[in-house]
C-alpha cells in the first residue's frame, strides 16, 4: 500500500512540532549525556545519571534555548526528507530494505546542515558546569579552551565563533556529526518503518498510536546505542574547553587513536545508556506527533484562497 499522501508544509510543521515536544520531556538527561562523555583521564566528576541529576535542578538545563530554537528545523528536515526519499525511492508504494536505508542515508545527510551548529553550541552550554565543577574539585586546574571562563549565552558563543573562525567554527566537528548521524537515520529510519508495520491493523489500516511509540523508542534506541562511539568522538571534538589534563584532538582519527590508548575501548560507550534514554522517547514522541497529522488538522482549519 502507498504511504498517506501528506504536504510538504505539513511534514516540516510535524516534524517541528514533535522536535519541540520531544526535546522539552529528554534534555535533562541530553546534558547528562554531554558531561559523562567529556569527562576524560581520571577526572570523574560525575559516574552515573544519579550524580549529574544531585546538582540544583535549575543548571540541569543551560543549551536548551539553543536546542528548541534549532530543534524545529532539524527534525523537520530529517522527517520530512526521509518520507520525501522514500516517496520518490518507492515502486508501486513498496520499498525494499536497501531503498529505505537509502532514504534514511538522505535524512541524515539533509539535517547535518542544522544539527551541527546546534549541537556545537549546546555542548559548550551543556558542559560549562563541568569544567566549573573540575576546578572546584581541582582549584590548580587550568581551563584551556576559547570559551571565557563563565558561561556564555549562546549568542555570545555564536558572535565568537563566527569572528575568530567564520563559518566554519559553527561547524566543527562536521565530520563526525555526519558520520554519526548518517549510519543512525540508516538504521532508525528502517527498523521503526517495519516495526510500525507489524502493528497495522489489518492491511490496510494504520498502525495505533501506541505502536507508533513503541516502535519509535525501540528504534530510536537501538540506533542510538549502535552509534554511540561516534557521539562520544563528535562530543570531545565539539568541546572547546578543556581541563589542564584533559586531550586535546586534531580530529575523528586523532581522536580515536587518544581515546583508545588513554582510556580503553569502553570510553566509547561513555553515556550509552543517558542516549538511549533520550532518543527512545524522542523519536517515540515524534512520530507519534508525525502521525497523528497534528499540522493537517491545523492546516484545514485554514480559509482556503479562491482561485
Known amino acids: 500500500m502507498a504511504d498517506k499522501q501528506i504536504s510538504l508544509p505539513a511534514k516540516l510543521i510535524n516534524g517541528g512540532i514533535a522536535g519541540l515536544i520531544g526535546v522539552t520531556c529528554v534534555f535533562p538527561i541530553d546534558l547528562a549525556k554531554t558531561r ?12 552515573c545519571l544519579k550524580s549529574v541529576f544531585s546538582v540544583p ?86 581551563v584551556a579552551g576559547t570559551v571565557e571562563a563563565k558561561s556564555p549565552t549562546a549568542m555570545q558563543l555564536t558572535r565568537m565563533l563566527l569572528r575568530e573562525k567564520g563559518i566554519a567554527g559553527l561547524y566543527k566537528g562536521l565530520g563526525a556529526t555526519i558520520l554519526r548521524d548518517v549510519p543512525f537515520s540508516i538504521i532508525y529510519f528502517p527498523l521503526f518503518a517495519n516495526l510500525n508495520h507489524l502493528g497495522k491493523r489489518g492491511v490496510e489500516g494504520p498502525a495505533p498510536f501506541y505502536v507508533s511509540f513503541f516502535s519509535g523508542c525501540l528504534a530510536g534506541s537501538t540506533a542510538a546505542v549502535a552509534v554511540n562511539p561516534v557521539d562520544v568522538i563528535k562530543t570531545r571534538l565539539q568541546s572547546l574547553n ?66
Not at 36 to 43: A, F, I, K, P, S
Not at 286 to 305: D, H, I, N, S, W
Open 36 to 47: 559523562l562523555q567529556n569527562q576524560q583521564n581520571g577526572l570523574t566528576r560525575y559516574r
Open 57 to 142: 535542578l535549575v543548571v540541569l538545563h543551560p543549551g536548551a534555548a539553543v536546542n528548541l530554537t534549532l530543534v524545529t528545523p532539524e527534525k523537520a528536515i530529517k522527517l520530512a526528507a526521509n518520507d520525501f526519499f522514500r516517496q520518490h525511492l518507492s515502486v508501486d508504494g513498496k520499498l525494499t530494505l536497501v531503498k529505505e536505508m537509502l532514504a534514511g542515508c538522505g535524512a541524515g545527510t539533509c539535517q547535518v546542515v542544522i544539527t551541527t551548529p546546534m549541537e556545537m553550541l549546546k555542548i559548550q552550554l551543556q558542559d560549562a558546569g563541568r569544567i566549573a565543577a573540575q576546578r572546584k574539585l581541582m582549584p590548580e586546574t587550568v
Open 242 to 307: 578543556r581541563g589542564s589534563t584533559e586531550d586535546t584532538y586534531s580530529g575523528v582519527v586523532d581522536c580515536i587513536r587518544k581515546i583508545l590508548r588513554n582510556e580503553g575501548p569502553g570510553a566509547f560507550l561513555k553515556g550509552a545508556y543517558c542516549r538511549a534514554l533520550v532518543i527512545a522517547p524522542l523519536f517515540g514522541i515524534a512520530q507519534v506527533v508525525y502521525f497523528l497529522g497534528v499540522a493537517e488538522y491545523f492546516l484545514a482549519l485554514l480559509p482556503k484562497k479562491d482561485k
